[in-house]
């Protein structure tokens, strides 16, 4: 069964930096691009990043390119994602997923995926 679980979240101060870690159980994240998604309260599931199996490509949305830094150590089974100088905007459950694609549309990048094993997700809370 295929199962990822987050951590790392917590509450900061804007401007502030968090790390997650996204790590998988009984099966290898090498094989799989990665991305990384966050839901707000009231709002949908949106992609924020996603980084190719090898680690050689990276993707951002518009909204976190800049802030955000995506990485993975497949020795270790493991991909983070790297949070510095959160936002107001920032706050939501954060969420790890497989066969993440980076898709263009009117000059914006998004990112998708078709998995729906998500995890717990982890919690990031950005206030002064």
């Known amino acids: 069964q295929v199962q990822l679980v987050e951590s790392g979240g917590g509450l900061v101060q804007p401007g502030g930096s968090l790390r997650l870690s996204c790590a998988a159980s009984?099966?290898?994240?090498?094989?799989?691009?990665i991305g990384w998604f966050r839901q707000a309260p009231g709002k949908g599931r949106e992609g924020m990043a996603c980084?190719?199996?090898?680690?050689?490509?990276?993707n951002y949305v518009d909204s976190v390119e800049g802030r955000f830094t995506i990485s993975r150590d497949n020795a270790k089974n493991t991909v983070y994602l790297r949070m510095n100088n959160l936002e107001p905007d920032d706050p939501a459950v954060y969420y790890c997923?497989?066969?993440?694609?980076?898709?263009?549309?009117?000059?914006?990048?998004?990112?998708?995926?078709?998995?729906?094993?998500w995890g717990q997700g982890t919690q990031v809370t950005v206030s002064s």
């Open positions: 009984g099966f290898s994240l090498g094989y799989y691009a």
């Open positions: 997923a497989l066969d993440c694609i980076t898709k263009y549309y009117s000059g914006r990048r998004y990112v998708y995926t078709s998995f729906d094993s």
């Open positions: 980084i190719s199996s090898g680690g050689d490509s990276t």
